[in-house]
């Protein structure tokens, strides 16, 4: 279920190996009582360089970007997102319950404009803000395991949330 990512960052991963599974869990564990600021910042980040994927969150729709910075909505949207991280990074070493919680996901998000640049992008600005928050000598094998663990993330996200589309389409 976990892979290693390939030197080509666009493959799909399939798994973790056991040392990116250590990184993921040294680092967490040093930011995981920052989880809100971890959030926040990378949501932040997020709008800053897509204002126009707030029109997919209904919360956002009509606000600036500006007001973003003290909006709670935003505050309450980011720590739901940060827990189902904490609980990817809680459950690293039980493929079935990691990849339950980003199907779980996928499943919520059905309908909603997800696209695989936002994805991306959301990936790289939530490892920007944990790496902004460890004193761990940050490397290139820890930004391979965060790309990898936040890629496993979407991958099940999306196929889920992509599925559901699907059969809602065939309803109609």
Known sequence: MFCCMSPDKEKEPTR??????????????????????VGVETFLRFFNTHPEAMDSFLVFKNMEVVDLETSVQLKEHALKVTSVVDKCVARINDPKSFETICRDQGINHAGRIVTDEFQRSLRDKYIEAIKARTSVAWSAEHQEAWETFFNLMQRDMMNSMRHMNALRDRKE
């Open 16 to 37: 973790l190996t056991d040392d990116q599974k250590r990184i993921i869990q040294q680092v967490w564990s040093e930011v995981r009582h920052q989880i809100d600021e």
